[in-house]
């Protein structure tokens, strides 16, 4: 196995087969996918403005398998649920982890991306000690609005706790002495760790997940009104997971052991 990510190959499967005539109620021709593009290796922007990442591909096979037409939006991470609402895209794909608290806004897909949680801190920390104690009076980063950023507040509240825009912008301050800590999904750090972080961090710990925080994993959200878009997408993972297609772009994409 070359990445983090742990599917829920079977939970998919029993969420296709519950699809039936709800799927069918309304036709889909053109879905139009909202992202971040901030966020690699799950979505990003390159030097020429272009998406790539594993959920741009994957969302291009998952439409494919749906037979309809694929548009792209991209979205600043703290509007992305606000936008969905607002009719600007029909499902967000972005990295997002189908918690309860988000299910009060938004329903979600079948989940199709799980990753561990770390924490990153400079080479010169020689201590993997990262219990709310030991952080006590460091700065420790995170994306706002994220799981992480819940994540911090909710246990950490004797750090001096910094919430930034994009991941990017968090990275920059570890890079630059800025920040102590960052705590992220396993994939995202990795990312860093290989790129720009290699010569100044590294992982300090594996961060305990905490289900009532983190939830089951990544999934697409779409408006609680469009039940069968969202039975019709999940349709389209389940068979990506038997067939053995979702499993490519993971090798494509998640090249971390």
Known sequence: MKSFVRFIAAAALTVAGATGALAQAKEWKEIRIG???AYPPYNNL???????????????LLCE????KCTWVVQDWDGIIPALQANKYDVIFAGMNATDERKKQVDFTAVYSKTPIWMIGPKTIKSDDVSPAALKGKSVGAQGSTIHANFLEKFY???????YPTQEEANLDLLNGRLDYIVADALALADFLKGKGKDCCRKIAEVKRDDAIHGPGVAGAVRKSDVALKE??????????ADGSHKKLEDKWFKYE
Not at 157 to 163: A, H, W, Y
């Open 65 to 68: 398998k749906m037979k309809v």
């Open 46 to 60: 390159n030097a020429k403005k272009e998406l790539e990442g594993f959920e741009i591909d994957y969302g291009n």
């Open 35 to 37: 992202t971040e593009g």
């Open 157 to 163: 509240k004797d750090s001096d706790i910094r919430l």
């Open 232 to 241: 019709m997408i999940s349709k389209a993972i389940a068979e990506t997971m």
